[in-house]
């Protein structure tokens, strides 16, 4: 009873506009975060900080833009020779062959080291190895990986493809992992029950329920390795980055536009494929 | 036909009647914090044993003991003359496809089809690369239908599970349970979460095809009335023991009060 009063006298403060501060302390529902301002005025002060050291000045802006106008004139109109051409059309077919024997590659890979490492099936020496092993394939960035293989197995399509494949691996066995981890138990403890061998219930009770998200992320995978397909062409890995790189080379910008256009074209139709086997497999 | 699984161990003999012996089953998730402490019973014959109790008493656990879907800590649990705490993963699963299970929440598997769901109780006699190419065997397939039309769902075969309601759902799960030609039927809460006129539906349903198969039943239920009705035996719990065995009749106002607690409720 005591307390219902007490609520009155409450909102009959609030709403005649006097808090009863006097008696209860104002209670405050946005507290203050100090250590984020903190974080926020260390970060505005380093960046300003940072812009006078590399001498990011207005002049030096100018400069730049000059040069890129000079360079844009250099590429256009954009080279459609037919020797030119060919040389793109075979680039684009290594670095597109590149990208999907990676992909492949990558995705049976990461499917038992996926599992391996899910915590909810496997038990918890072999999680632990094949989460290691996965950290460790997601370590370095594919460029510094393609590098590695270039040094290794010498330049040309098999180091890029080498290089893709480990990064597919980090991501896809990681997601994998992740999906299975928040899949329903209760649907796996069904299947258990009815004496089913590990291998019956990953195919009956694990499998339809995590193959959509498995589809998803590998089509994801897809369309990032056709992108990065054309980056480890740049460090020796073969395909249409290594041609890009020879135009760099040799000045012939209107060559680097439309192999730059060219690859704009691949990866939006990449895009349009990958979403379009994503929603497929929902 | 009702072909048990012929030749394979612990089947039982004809005329040996299905049944399990627990004896001082412990269950302990932290140690020195027991959810089972020292449960023993018998289930001999047929029919249906309740087993009743408040809410984390640990009737689940004590159901899931007993396939090993949860590890007990201590005691026995005999099936058919085999201890099944001692068994090694190949015999536990020679084991636990002689036991049927129905679960709260049907724990079907929702993206397989509802055909696909009951032929999961064929997994455990079924070899993997037939369960990869769904080539069961036509046998099978044809039990699993009979099953359906069984239950009444022929029409919903090719659907996917979550589809259906809760009540259609629970129908599969018991098809499932049954499809494995069990010697046992365990049931968790089978009811919980369905409508009184379903619940009544599907423990008929539970209550008549074990009397066909002439297995016996342990279901755990929080409806004391459904006990009543459908159990020839009623098992009440409370903080991890046995507090009351016998016959629903014999089951009075003062158990209930012993365990549940508190006797306001029952006006």
């Known amino acids: 009873m005591a307390a219902r009063i007490g609520w009155n006298d409450m909102i009959q403060g609030i709403s005649q506009g006097k808090a009863r501060v006097s008696s209860h302390r104002r209670r405050d529902a946005f507290p203050p975060n100090w250590p984020m301002r903190l974080v926020l005025v260390a970060l505005a002060t380093y960046v300003i900080y940072a812009t006078t050291v590399i001498d990011l000045s207005w002049s030096r802006f100018v400069i730049g833009l000059d040069q890129g106008a000079r360079f844009i004139a250099r590429m256009l109109p954009p080279n459609m020779a037919g020797d030119k051409l060919d040389l793109l059309f075979n680039g684009m077919l290594e670095s597109l062959q590149i990208a999907i024997i990676a992909t492949i590659v990558g995705v049976v890979l990461s499917l038992p080291l996926g599992l391996a490492a899910a915590r909810n099936l496997s038990p918890w020496p072999l999680a632990w190895m094949a989460r290691t092993l996965v950290v460790l394939f997601r370590t370095f960035h594919p460029v510094i990986v393609a590098i590695l293989f270039v040094k290794a197995v010498g330049f040309g399509a098999l180091a890029g493809m080498l290089a893709l494949v480990v990064a597919s691996v980090g991501f896809l066995a990681k997601l994998f992992a992740e999906a299975t981890e928040e899949m329903s138990m209760k649907q796996v403890e069904g299947v258990r029950a009815t004496g089913a061998s590990f291998l019956s219930l990953v195919v009956m009770a694990v499998v339809p329920q995590v193959m959509s998200r498995f589809i998803g992320f590998s089509a994801y995978q897809l369309d990032s390795n056709l992108r990065n397909s054309a980056l480890v062409g740049l460090v020796g890995g073969g395909g249409i980055g290594a041609t890009l790189f020879t135009a760099f080379q040799r000045f012939d910008y209107d060559f680097v536009l439309t192999i730059v256009l060219s690859v704009i074209a691949v990866i939006m139709v990449g895009e349009i494929l990958s979403g379009w086997m994503r929603r497929l497999f929902q | ?267």
């Open chain 2, 1 to 267: 036909m009702e072909v048990p699984a012929s030749g394979q161990p612990m089947s039982a003999g004809p005329n040996a009647a299905p049944s399990l012996v627990i004896r001082n089953l412990r269950k302990e998730y932290r140690a020195g914090e027991p959810v089972l402490k020292n449960v023993c019973f018998e289930v001999t014959g047929r029919g249906m044993t309740a087993i009743i109790g408040p809410s984390g008493t640990g009737k689940s656990t004590l159901i899931r003991c007993i396939n090993r879907l949860v590890e007990p800590t201590a005691g026995e649990i005999v099936f058919l003359g085999r201890d099944l705490a001692t068994l090694n993963r190949k015999e536990l699963r020679m084991a636990r496809r002689q036991i049927g299970m129905v679960f709260q929440e049907y724990n079907l598997v929702e993206r397989l089809s509802v055909i696909e769901n009951v032929l999961c109780g064929r997994l455990g006699f079924v070899p993997l690369w037939r369960t990869w190419s769904r080539r069961f065997p036509a046998g099978d397939i044809e039990r699993a239908f009979q099953l359906l039309d069984a239950v009444g769902l022929s029409t919903f075969a090719t659907q996917r599970a979550d589809q259906l309601s809760g009540g259609q759902r629970q129908r599969v799960g018991i098809a499932r349970a049954l499809m494995q030609e069990p010697n046992l039927l365990l049931a968790d809460e089978p009811t919980s979460s369905l409508d009184p006129k379903t619940s009544v539906e599907i423990m008929e349903l539970i209550a008549n095809r074990a009397s066909e198969r002439n297995i016996p039943v342990i279901v755990n239920i929080h409806n004391v009335a459904l006990a009543k009705r459908f159990a020839n035996r009623i098992i009440g719990m409370s903080k991890g023991e046995i507090v009351f065995d016998g016959p629903p009749t014999g089951l009075e106002d003062a158990h209930l009060v012993e365990i549940y607690g508190g006797e306001d409720w029952l006006e």
